[in-house]
């Protein structure tokens, strides 16, 4: 390619010709064709030139007027390679020059698009970035990028000022994906009418998806650069989709976790915060929940008659659903307990069945649920028991028994007529009604806590009080497990039953609060409420309230490192004997063991270092056990 004539290639030129001058030429031109690039002197000739030579790698001619000695003629084809060779070179240098101004606009272009991308997480904006410095760089009329989830419908995203129908940019796309390594497709090809010419590239995301480029009517034709330009300018891009997605996915479970956190918090709420206590009978009842909202509920009331009404249950599933049907299920029974008269349990079934069986029949869920009915008076216990298990009876004197349910679970059939058992009872028998999460816990290795071990464990432990026996089934049961997660609720009443004119159990009660220092206020105070009531000493009474606060402060300042949007749990009972606290948290574990904690000489004392410390020398026991992402304080006081 013979670039335009420049000054510089005429003074050349002129100072070549000179020489011809000097040896008798008129005129000397150089041609390309029948077109004059350059004469000297410009004046055209008529007659034919003496001396012509011509170059067919580069089309030039050269023409020599007045000078008719053939010995020339070498000299005449030198100075035209010599001139050739000169606008060859310039001609070079320009599409040199050309080549470096368009690798140097493009480079700007990525740096651009790099700081732009920074600057956003919208998948929509990525997508314009992509498609607009695509826009810029290549000349075209405008683009296109199609995304299509495995078996989903494809989603179009254009940016140009004629924008094509979305069924032609799917059919491009189609195209295209049939054969990955074919990127140029022409009108004279199954392209829609309206596209000239379409570019197509794949935009790398996540192996579910399916995501192409297109960039269509370019003036002039695609070439190789392009698509290697159009190759880094996608990948870029989807590197950036994929945090956006991610970014994307985070914001969005982070939502969900909210909500089933508040969901949690909801459900919690709504279940018993205090044990009533009755004379002759030492109740406890709790449910741990698994990180996932679940179904497991229980309540337990007073009736004017003084006797005793418990449940507990299981909704099926897992979820926003079953913590709804748990909801509505422990709401009927709370109101028919307390309001409805009855005499039967299953009189309270019945209702709960005819009130809720269309709901559950909707959802394809049901519940199961044991109701009982404790009269202390006569020294019996009615109980209906709709599916749920386990339930054991253990006697003071006897075997442990697995109590089966006698009906079918609640919410399976519109009409159903539950029915009622009974036990006589004596000093010391215990009665045990648990949710499924705790025998069918498992350990890494896949087995199950099951049903006998549960069985043997609870007959071992009979003879302590009803929260004990929770607590040490609860720490049986994780200890099994290890470090398998929690998989499931793990709910669970207890009733022990003690002579009538024992009192056992003066407060038992839990509560939830925020871990900030004016929240974890209101355990401490009603913990002193507690204790007044009941006449512990002041003494007593002081270093219980003063150790629990301790404690919570250690949990806000450590385990939770100041977060205010977590929570702990508070638990407090007291008896005739002594007096049980007990925290749960999520936060970070204790590193520290209770055997070497002891309270350090004034001199050595540092700010914050000796909480643990006070509460070690204050109270008669102190215990600390983290599992399966729970930490466990307990602190008891006693009072004999």
Same mark, same amino acid.
């Given at each position: 390619?013979?670039?335009?004539?420049?000054?510089?290639?005429?003074?050349?030129?002129?100072?070549?010709?000179?020489?011809?001058?000097?040896?008798?030429?008129?005129?000397?031109?150089?041609?390309?064709?029948?077109?004059?690039?350059?004469?000297?002197?410009?004046?055209?000739?008529?007659?034919?030139?003496?001396?012509?030579?011509?170059?067919?790698?580069?089309?030039?001619?050269?023409?020599?007027?007045?000078?008719?000695?053939?010995?020339?003629?070498?000299?005449?084809?030198?100075?035209?390679?010599?001139?050739?060779?000169?606008?060859?070179?310039?001609?070079?240098?320009?599409?040199?020059?050309?080549?470096?101004?368009?690798?140097?606009?493009?480079?700007?272009?990525?740096?651009?698009?790099?700081?732009?991308?920074?600057?956003?997480?919208?998948?929509?904006?990525?997508?314009?970035?992509?498609?607009?410095?695509?826009?810029?760089?290549?000349?075209?009329?405008?683009?296109?990028?199609?995304?299509?989830?495995?078996?989903?419908?494809?989603?179009?995203?254009?940016?140009?000022?004629?924008?094509?129908?979305?069924?032609?940019?799917?059919?491009?796309?189609?195209?295209?994906?049939?054969?990955?390594?074919?990127?140029? @497709?022409?009108?004279?090809?199954?392209?829609?009418?309206?596209?000239?010419?379409?570019?197509?590239?794949?935009?790398?995301?996540?192996?579910?998806?399916?995501?192409?480029?297109?960039?269509?009517?370019?003036?002039?034709? @695609?070439?190789?650069?392009?698509?290697?330009?159009?190759?880094?300018?996608?990948?870029?891009?989807?590197?950036?989709?994929?945090?956006?997605?991610?970014?994307?996915?985070?914001?969005?479970?982070?939502?969900?976790?909210?909500?089933?956190?508040?969901?949690?918090?909801?459900?919690?709420?709504?279940?018993?915060?205090?044990?009533?206590?009755?004379?002759?009978?030492?109740?406890?009842?709790?449910?741990?929940?698994?990180?996932?909202?679940?179904?497991?509920?229980?309540?337990?009331?007073?009736?004017?008659?003084?006797?005793?009404?418990?449940?507990?249950?299981?909704?099926?599933?897992?979820?926003?659903?079953?913590?709804?049907?748990?909801?509505?299920?422990?709401?009927?029974?709370?109101?028919?307990?307390?309001?409805?008269?009855?005499?039967?349990?299953?009189?309270?079934?019945?209702?709960?069945?005819?009130?809720?069986?269309?709901?559950?029949?909707?959802?394809?869920?049901?519940?199961?649920?044991?109701?009982?009915?404790?009269?202390?008076?006569?020294?019996?216990?009615?109980?209906?028991?709709?599916?749920?298990?386990?339930?054991?009876?253990?006697?003071?004197?006897?075997?442990?028994?697995?109590?089966?349910?006698?009906?079918?679970?609640?919410?399976?059939?519109?009409?159903?007529?539950?029915?009622?058992?009974?036990?006589?009872?004596?000093?010391?028998?215990?009665?045990?009604?648990?949710?499924?999460?705790?025998?069918?816990?498992?350990?890494?290795?896949?087995?199950?806590?099951?049903?006998?071990?549960?069985?043997?464990?609870?007959?071992?432990?009979?003879?302590?009080?009803?929260?004990?026996?929770?607590?040490?089934?609860?720490?049986?049961?994780?200890? @099994?497990?290890?470090?398998?997660?929690?998989?499931?609720?793990?709910?669970?009443?207890?009733?022990?039953?003690?002579?009538?004119?024992?009192?056992?159990?003066? @407060?038992?009660?839990?509560?939830?609060?925020?871990?900030?220092?004016?929240?974890?206020?209101?355990?401490?105070?009603?913990?002193?409420?507690?204790?007044?009531?009941?006449?512990?000493?002041?003494?007593?009474?002081?270093?219980?309230?003063?150790?629990?606060?301790?404690?919570?402060?250690?949990?806000?300042?450590?385990?939770?490192?100041?977060?205010?949007?977590?929570?702990?749990?508070?638990?407090?009972?007291?008896?005739?004997?002594?007096?049980?606290?007990?925290?749960?948290?999520?936060?970070?574990?204790?590193?520290?063991?209770?055997?070497?904690?002891?309270?350090?000489?004034?001199?050595?004392?540092?700010?914050?270092?000796?909480?643990?410390?006070?509460?070690?020398?204050?109270?008669?026991?102190?215990?600390?056990?983290?599992?399966?992402?729970?930490?466990?304080?307990?602190?008891?006081?006693?009072?004999?």
């Amino acid at each position: 390619m013979i670039p335009e004539i420049s000054a510089k290639h005429r003074d050349a030129f002129k100072s070549l010709s000179a020489g011809w001058m000097r040896v008798g030429a008129t005129c000397v031109q150089l041609l390309r064709g029948d077109e004059v690039l350059i004469g000297c002197p410009t004046s055209s000739l008529c007659n034919e030139p003496s001396l012509l030579v011509s170059s067919f790698a580069s089309g030039l001619t050269l023409q020599i007027y007045g000078v008719t000695d053939p010995r020339w003629t070498p000299t005449a084809e030198s100075m035209l390679d010599i001139f050739a060779n000169l606008l060859t070179v310039d001609a070079d240098l320009d599409n040199l020059t050309a080549a470096l101004v368009e690798t140097q606009d493009r480079l700007v272009a990525l740096y651009e698009l790099t700081q732009a991308t920074r600057r956003t997480l919208d998948i929509n904006s990525l997508l314009d970035l992509l498609i607009k410095q695509s826009q810029h760089l290549m000349d075209v009329d405008g683009g296109f990028v199609v995304l299509k989830e495995k078996d989903g419908k494809p989603l179009v995203h254009q940016v140009s000022e004629r924008p094509i129908h979305p069924a032609h940019a799917e059919a491009a796309a189609t195209l295209y994906m049939r054969d990955p390594s074919r990127h140029i @497709f022409k009108d004279s090809e199954t392209v829609p009418l309206e596209l000239r010419n379409v570019m197509m590239v794949t935009l790398p995301v996540r192996d579910e998806i399916s995501a192409a480029v297109g960039l269509f009517n370019k003036t002039g034709k @695609f070439t190789t650069p392009d698509i290697k330009l159009a190759k880094a300018i996608a990948g870029h891009i989807g590197a950036q989709l994929e945090n956006a997605m991610l970014h994307k996915e985070a914001v969005e479970r982070a939502r969900l976790e909210t909500e089933m956190d508040i969901a949690r918090q909801v459900q919690t709420a709504i279940l018993p915060q205090s044990i009533p206590q009755v004379k002759g009978l030492d109740v406890f009842a709790e449910s741990n929940p698994a990180f996932e909202v679940g179904g497991d509920f229980f309540d337990v009331s007073t009736r004017q008659d003084d006797t005793l009404v418990f449940a507990l249950g299981d909704v099926t599933g897992k979820g926003m659903p079953a913590a709804l049907l748990m909801s509505m299920t422990h709401t009927i029974i709370k109101s028919a307990s307390r309001n409805m008269p009855f005499n039967h349990p299953h009189q309270v079934l019945n209702r709960l069945n005819h009130d809720m069986a269309s709901d559950f029949s909707n959802v394809g869920m049901f519940t199961t649920v044991m109701l009982g009915l404790v009269d202390c008076a006569n020294c019996k216990l009615h109980y209906s028991n709709a599916g749920q298990s386990p339930i054991y009876f253990i006697p003071a004197n006897g075997e442990p028994a697995l109590l089966e349910a006698q009906d079918i679970p609640v919410g399976i059939l519109d009409a159903v007529e539950y029915t009622t058992q009974s036990l006589s009872l004596s000093v010391g028998d215990v009665f045990v009604a648990a949710s499924d999460g705790f025998p069918e816990s498992r350990n890494p290795a896949g087995e199950m806590y099951g049903y006998e071990r549960m069985r043997t464990f609870l007959s071992a432990s009979r003879h302590l009080p009803a929260r004990e026996i929770a607590s040490a089934l609860l720490a049986d049961v994780n200890t @099994f497990c290890g470090t398998h997660p929690q998989d499931d609720d793990r709910t669970i009443v207890i009733l022990k039953f003690e002579k009538q004119d024992e009192k056992r159990i003066m @407060f038992n009660e839990s509560l939830i609060v925020r871990a900030t220092y004016e929240d974890i206020r209101q355990p401490c105070e009603r913990l002193r409420a507690n204790l007044d009531q009941a006449g512990i000493s002041e003494e007593v009474a002081s270093l219980c309230e003063l150790s629990l606060q301790e404690l919570l402060a250690n949990l806000v300042d450590h385990a939770y490192e100041g977060d205010p949007n977590r929570q702990i749990t508070v638990r407090m009972a007291g008896s005739q004997k002594q007096i049980f606290l007990q925290t749960e948290d999520t936060g970070v574990p204790a590193n520290l063991k209770m055997d070497e904690v002891h309270m350090p000489e004034p001199e050595d004392l540092a700010e914050g270092g000796y909480g643990m410390a006070i509460i070690r020398s204050l109270m008669d026991e102190v215990r600390y056990d983290s599992t399966q992402g729970k930490n466990i304080w307990t602190l008891v006081k006693n009072l004999k």
